[in-house]
Nanobody, 124 residues
Framework: QVQLVESGGGLVQAGGSLRLSCAAS????????MGWFRQAPGKEREFVAA????????DYADSVKGRFTISRDNAKNTGFLQMNSLKPEDTAGYYC?????????????????WGQGTQVTVSS
């Protein structure tokens, strides 16, 4: 089992920044890929960013590329999502997820463990 707890969400003005954290406990965090997803009211959960177990492979959704940065600190069992130049359309619940096997995927159904989510609201 892997337990994931997100933090760092909040209310920010457009153009601002937030840094989300995902603290992991339980099964060895460093063996898992990590992804960030988001879900706005009335919409499906969508892929935001992902990082493989070592941190050497990373990918982003086109909508956040150049503005968001995913990273991880395996020594601290923590993942991060740095979000800059935030836009109102980034408003959503943000969820981190862990995928066994070390390699990430773009489909939320491929992830094995999920956090409870943290809300990000960007005002215009």
């Amino acid at each position: 089992q892997v337990q994931l707890v997100e933090s760092g969400g909040g209310l920010v003005q457009a153009g601002g920044s937030l840094r989300l954290s995902c603290a992991a406990s339980g099964r060895t965090f460093s063996a898992n890929a990590m992804g960030w997803f988001r879900q706005a009211p009335g919409k499906e959960r969508e892929f935001v960013a992902a990082i493989n177990w070592s941190g050497r492979r990373i990918d982003y959704a086109d909508s956040v590329k150049g503005r968001f940065t995913i990273s991880r600190d395996n020594a601290k069992n923590t993942g991060f999502l740095q979000m800059n130049s935030l836009k109102p359309e980034d408003t959503a619940g943000y969820y981190c997820a862990a995928r066994l096997g070390g390699n990430y995927a773009y489909d939320a159904r491929s992830y094995d463990y999920w956090g409870q989510g943290t809300q990000v609201t960007v005002s215009s």
